[in-house]
């Protein structure tokens, strides 16, 4: 317990400073993974001198902050967005997988002189895109939705086939012709268990009456971990099941979306700075020197044979332009997920499993520098990049921080002397306005002369100093209704 209060500090302490290198990465141009990863080294054994070897804790740490990442990434994605892009996402995630796990393979094989099943291992180990590097990056980029749409299908699906294939090798799994089976039911059960918990949690969600609004993306977010929970117990995918489950949530009449959506988004911040600071206090400097090698030949194949032959594959049977074709090719960004798959050869203790960890830590850094500085640029260059596009922004939060203003959703029970006033009687104070009223699922700007119903939800903009009163205001005619001055109710 003595230790307790420097723990709590000292955690808190590294959430502060990775939260304002988002800031600083922005600045300098640089992705922020890099620089929480060089947090994480900064207090390591390098730097502060603090060890942690512990690579079982540090794979099933890191699944955990994957899943939140993918919750985040399936609560956030746009079906109308994804929905023209789907069935290349899905190829690239499948099809492309598979072919760039052979060519990585087959490549390292010759190059690095690696047996065959480690060789696919490392192949395995680099075909997944990450899901937090795609979502964060190119939905601010200005690209073409199709082709962000594509990639955000991809880097949601991937991880599972790509999982299940590290799994495979790793574990020493005898591969033979029911091996395509098995993949076709963990992927296959993933997904239907990622849609009926997404679909029964929406339902449940809306139909819940549950007493404080913050509890309601804490509910959101438990079902799409239940969705992992369930996927793994049944022995299939739980991280598309996560992913699926969180499409269908983020896509669903939820109440209380936007709250929804910020929690998830802030979740999925704090994921990804716990496991890149996790990663790079794992991480050894001397030992990433001693693979650079292997990490930029490694790197090579992926970025030039292995990415660009799974994307031509993979957008065969979709004539994709050839510029999109190489926008595809350069996209396919490497994080965190990487580096989580190589923990699990290494928590297994498969031989050479140190020297792959390494390597894929050598591997992120380069090609996240690499890519991360010119995929804006090449988007230009191929025409791709559209100034006109919508940017993913906060549209609820960033004129009203501008304006000093907040935004109150109040909900008319049943019995409510609300019901039955007109709009012009409520007498808000000045600073605070009923903007909008949403009945029986339609909404509709209300005029002065607007009638209140019971069940109705209402949009109120108020300004900062006017929102004490303003609330006090409603309370006072929910109790006693347009009378309510005179009848000495105030409100408190």
Request: one cysteine or more.
């Amino acid at each position: 317990m003595d230790q307790l209060p420097v723990i709590l500090g000292a955690g808190a302490a590294v959430l502060l400073v990775s939260v304002l290198a988002v800031r600083v990465s922005i600045r300098l141009g640089l992705p922020s993974l890099l620089l929480y990863l060089g947090i994480g080294v900064f207090i390591g054994e390098a730097g502060l001198g603090l060890e942690f070897e512990n690579a079982t804790l540090t794979q099933s740490l890191g699944l955990a902050a994957l899943v939140m990442i993918l919750t985040e990434g399936g609560l956030t994605t746009r079906w109308q967005t994804v929905k023209p892009a789907l069935w290349p996402g899905i190829a690239l995630s499948t099809v492309g997988v598979g072919v760039s796990i052979a060519i990585t393979g087959a490549a390292l094989h010759l190059l690095l002189g690696l047996d065959w099943r480690m060789a696919l291992l490392w192949g395995a180990v680099l075909a997944s895109t990450d899901a937090a590097a795609v979502f964060s990056v190119l939905r601010s980029a200005g690209i073409g939705k199709r082709l962000v749409g594509t990639l955000e299908i991809e880097s949601g699906i991937n991880d599972a086939p790509a999982y299940i294939a590290v799994v495979v090798l790793a574990t020493g799994t005898t591969v033979d012709w029911t091996l395509p089976l098995l993949v076709v039911y963990e992927l296959g059960a993933g997904l239907l268990i990622g849609l009926l918990l997404g679909w029964a949690g929406a339902l449940a969600l809306r139909k819940a009456a549950l007493p404080a609004t913050g509890l309601y993306p804490v509910a959101t977010v438990a079902v799409c971990v239940v969705a992992y929970s369930g996927g793994q117990l049944a022995h299939a995918s739980g991280l598309l099941a996560t992913y699926v489950a969180g499409v269908v949530l983020g896509n669903s009449r939820l109440p209380h979306r936007s709250d929804t959506l910020s929690f998830a988004e802030g979740l999925g911040w704090l994921a990804q700075i716990g496991l890149f600071v996790l990663l790079g206090l794992f991480a050894s400097p001397g030992r990433l020197l001693e693979s650079l090698v292997q990490g930029l030949v490694a790197g090579a194949v992926v970025l030039l044979l292995a990415r660009p032959a799974s994307v031509l594959v993979s957008a065969l049977p979709f004539k994709l332009p050839w510029r999109e074709q190489v926008f595809l090719s350069w996209a396919g960004l490497r994080g965190a997920v990487p580096i989580v798959l190589a923990m699990i050869p290494l928590a297994e203790g498969v031989p050479g499993a140190q020297e792959l960890v390494d390597a894929v830590f050598v591997l992120v850094i380069v090609l996240t520098l690499l890519q991360g500085a010119t995929l804006t640029p090449l988007g230009r260059l191929l025409g791709l990049s559209d100034s006109t596009e919508a940017k993913e922004i906060q549209v609820d939060a960033a004129p009203l921080d501008e304006l000093g203003a907040e935004l109150l959703q109040v909900r008319i029970q049943r019995g409510s002397r609300l019901h039955g006033v007109y709009l012009s009687e409520l007498r808000l104070p000045a600073g605070a306005s009923v903007s909008l009223v949403v009945r029986d699922g339609k909404s509709f700007t209300p005029q002065s002369t607007s009638r209140l119903q019971e069940l109705d939800q209402l949009l109120v903009v108020t300004t900062e100093g006017a929102r004490a009163v303003a609330e006090r205001r409603l309370r006072a005619i929910d109790r006693a209704g347009r009378l309510a001055r005179w009848r000495g109710e105030s409100g408190h």
